[in-house]
């Protein structure tokens, strides 16, 4: 009888104390980002939004990598409620789009305060700068240099990688990867700006997750051999829900898409 009791208060010390371990544990580590429900793409049938009453809107689809960009901004500020999802069919698009919302006619785009903006870069400065949420910048006046000057080239990263789709050599993907490699040796930690995740790594994960795939597919190539950085990198952003959930982009589909632009390999 004792030994039942003694059980028994061991037990319900051992349950205590693993409560109070679950409880503390949550404070410092909350619960992955739940799973966001993704309303179907609007296309030429669809019936225009109430335009302009307040509510923002980001225009997107769910397997542009520049509209990704913002996705991955919104959700890291949690931002869900507050900016709503609006994906459109580029293939058969509203035409009511490029009447009354953008002119320009192409996504990303985002109506906030009676306007509307686009391009990527821009944009994903813009809802880190006026919406509530964590920043996604560090107050590192150096750190915020870095991460102009990583954009600053970030067009010349993609570019030396497409150069190699239109060909047969790897070597300017490699001069790419490289100079990405040599970035993230720059600060402490997984990320380019070193410990946390920012809009520096927002702005060139999504291009380095569809550059991945193809370049492994077509060419072969592991742009992680040799480049532990990127490799760790990679890794890093992989376990960011706010990334993680924005992954859409189907590796067929990109494959398909970027043979038929670059006339690559077949």
Known sequence: MRSEVLGKLNNSNRNTK??????????????????????????????????????????MTYTCPFAQRVWITRNSKGLQEKIKLVPLNLQNRPAWYKEKVYSVNKVPSLEH????????????????????????????????????????????FAGNVFTTFRGDSTTEAGIAFDRLENALNKYDGPFLLGDEFSLADIAFIPLVERFQIYLSEVFKYDITAGRPKVAAWIEAVNKIDAYTQTKKADPKEIVALYKMMFSAKK
Do not use: W
């Open 18 to 59: 693993r409560q109070t371990f679950e409880a503390d544990l949550s404070r410092i580590a909350p619960a992955a980002m739940a799973t966001e429900y993704l309303p179907p793409p609007l296309d030429a049938t669809a019936e225009e939004p109430a335009l302009f009453d307040g509510t923002t809107r980001f225009y």
């Open 113 to 156: 305060d009676g306007k509307v903006m686009g391009e990527s870069i821009d944009l994903i400065k813009y809802v880190d700068s006026n919406f509530e949420g964590p920043s996604l910048l560090p107050n590192d006046a150096d750190k915020k240099k870095f991460f102009e000057e990583l954009l600053s080239h970030i067009d010349q």
